[in-house]
């Protein structure tokens, strides 16, 4: 019996001697026998660990959840398994029970953001939507680490219709981003029935799910599951690959179905020290992508969760790698990159600084060789000054529903519209002084 490559076939006999292909490929069978606990992980890759290694590794598992797929278990190199980038991300490792000062149990303060269970309302217009609580594959470097892989929280079909009636309610939700959790873990039925609830929203313009399956266990992307999304158009797919050599036939080959369906696929990363935090790796990784029609979307800076900081790596490391990729590959082959704003702030875009200098007639910029240029401003442009009046405006905004609400934040600043001149924190010392101060009442 051939399974697929050598590897793959020792680890498959080692779980069932009769194990054929058709085991292997069927990701319920790889679900079942997925690797949840030491000893099963050292009888199928013959690494052992001394005892007080493995007192601590019981106890990060305690703490937060194992399970590595057998598929994913054959990406790794046994032979420099401490350095292997796919160990790393699926195997516990002592120093997540090191919780250091900055730590943070919900670092994005998603409770704190959520209207009902399950949903997540930080943005004006979309919402993030946990539909599931379980994964095929853990990583150790999740941001929910401390939520997700918990038996007692999987939401149930009554969580999930109120978060449906949550949207349903809440006209301003144009995009759905379904998350989990791995929503692919829910059966082909049942997110059938979530999608088609979601459309019949008619504000809801698009859906997007957010699936770590083709990295992970790529054989959940069926033809089955394929022919059920395609359906549900507008439909985009974001996944989750973080080395190149992640991208394997197997990836492919699921990557290829679902663009085949029209679905647009993204990717996002997160930055990990020991694993891709190097310009070659990444760009070797984000050429892989594009060559497989996954456009590289985000690139994450390691959060502020508990148990991640042996995976933390400086922000400069980030800016590094970006400077490495603009200007030197396809400009869609360049994700952002983003720290999540602890607190709750979303996403915040960080990048190399072009924009040198500027005066009111030229700006001065430099590109990623290094050549220091001028653009020269226009000496003739009419300013537009909006009063959101657009009938007597000369723009031709003639589109039905063009966004009506009024700026926020420093959109708000900008704007000609708001008198605003200002955002102030709330307890400032400084305006705290003013009020107390009654002569200027
Ligand atoms: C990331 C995220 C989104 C989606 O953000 P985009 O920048 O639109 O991809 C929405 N809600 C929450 C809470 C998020 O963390
Ligand atoms: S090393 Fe790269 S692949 Fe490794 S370390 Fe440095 S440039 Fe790289």
Redesign the pocket.
């Known amino acids: 019996m051939v399974i697929y490559d050598e590897k793959q076939q020792e680890i498959a006999e080692k779980i069932n001697p009769k194990a054929i292909i058709s085991n292997w490929k069927d990701w319920k069978w790889q679900l079942k026998n997925s690797i949840k606990d030491i000893s099963t992980f050292e009888r199928l890759t013959g690494i052992k660990f001394e005892k007080k290694k493995r007192a601590l590794l019981e106890q990060t598992v305690a703490k937060f959840p194992l399970s590595i797929t057998p598929y994913y278990l054959s990406l790794i190199d046994t032979t420099d398994y401490k350095n292997d980038p796919f160990f790393l991300q699926s195997f516990p490792s002592p120093s997540e029970l090191i919780v250091e000062k900055y730590d943070m149990i919900d670092p994005l303060s998603e409770d704190r953001d959520s209207p009902v269970t399950g949903i997540i309302h930080r943005y004006p217009d979309r919402v993030l939507f946990h539909i599931s609580n379980i994964c095929s594959m853990y990583c150790r470097h999740c941001t929910r680490k401390r939520k997700v892989g918990d038996i007692d929280s999987i939401p149930g079909k009554d969580d999930i219709a109120k978060g449906i009636e949550y949207i349903r309610n809440t006209p301003v939700v144009r995009d759905v981003l379904l998350s989990g959790g791995d929503p692919f873990m829910l059966s082909d039925n049942y997110l059938d029935w979530i999608l088609t609830e979601l459309q019949k929203i008619p504000h809801v313009e698009v859906i997007r799910i957010g699936t770590r399956m083709p990295v992970v266990l790529p054989y959940r992307i069926t033809n089955e599951l394929v022919a059920m999304l395609k359906k549900h158009h507008p439909l985009w797919i974001n996944t989750h690959f973080n080395h190149p050599r992640a991208i394997t036939d197997s990836s492919i080959e699921a990557l290829r179905k679902l663009a085949d369906a029209g679905i647009p696929l993204g990717n996002q990363t997160v930055l990990l020290a020991g694993v891709n935090d190097?310009?070659?790796?990444m760009k070797r990784l984000v050429h892989r992508l594009v060559q497989n029609r996954v456009r590289p979307y985000y690139l994450y800076q390691c959060d502020l969760s508990e148990g991640l900081s042996h995976f933390r790596t400086p922000v400069g490391k980030g800016i590094e790698i970006m400077e490495s990729l603009i200007g030197h590959t396809s400009g869609f082959a360049v994700p952002t990159y983003v720290i999540d704003a602890p607190g709750g702030g979303g996403k915040i875009p960080v990048m190399p600084n072009y924009l040198i200098s500027w005066s009111t007639n030229k700006v001065v910029l430099r590109n990623y060789e290094g050549v220091i240029t001028t653009y020269k401003e226009p000496d003739s442009y009419e300013p537009i000054f909006c009063d959101r009046n657009c009938k007597s405006c000369k723009l031709q905004l003639k589109l039905d529903g063009a966004e009506e609400k009024h700026a926020i934040g420093i959109e708000k600043l900008l704007s000609d519209y708001d008198d605003a001149i200002s955002l102030i924190p709330e307890n400032n010392d400084r305006m705290d002084r003013r009020s107390e101060r009654k002569d200027y009442e």
């Not at 190097?278 to 790796?281: D, E, K, L, S, W």
């Open positions: 190097c310009p070659r790796i």
